[in-house]
């Protein structure tokens, strides 16, 4: 039984890293068996499908992903603190295991309506510890709004790193993690708080007449 499990979870993550690699499309089954030293025809025997396969990657990945974030900020209670956190260990599921699920969500669509609903349920649930920390830090005055639309342009945001990072490039995932932090918890300050340094440093631009407007453009 733990062997079936563990081939189990072994297909899963050959099948997220192909699915990511080469999009879910042009990942035939054959490719996953391989990829685990099986049979072509072997995966069915754990999963009726394909599609079967994407949906479980996906769940299996945001909830191991939920756990490793949890146990991060496990005890952190400054809200401040807990973003960064949240921030460097959402970059390190992307970027330094093999949890693909982040960004195999582009590809929910090749799932049934029921198979849809359940990888929401599941990303919903990884997202709200992010809108609940997004809403404390609002509530201290550390950020304007913590409107739903931040939180999407956020992990868009992260998410982007992986099409341009390099591991042993010029930028570390701890100073990306610092900037990303940075922007958001300073970009974002609300404008009458006593720790919103941002405006004396970077002050509101004048507006453009038109004249100038047209120069400049």
Known sequence: MALEASRRDELLRAAARLFVEKGFAATTTRDIAEAVGMRSGSPFYHFRSKQELLRAAIIQGLQAGQQRLQTAIEGVSEPEQRLRLMIRTHLGILLEGDLQAPMLLYESRSVDAAGRAEIAAAADSYQQIWQHTLDELAAGGRLRSSATPLRLLLFGM?????????????????????????????????PDTPNNESHARFPHPQPLSRKRAREGS
């Open 158 to 190: 992260l998410n982007g790193v992986t099409q341009w990072y390099r591991p042993g490039g010029e930028l570390s995932l701890d100073e990306i993690a610092t900037a990303a932090s940075e922007l958001l918890l300073t970009g974002m300050t609300a």
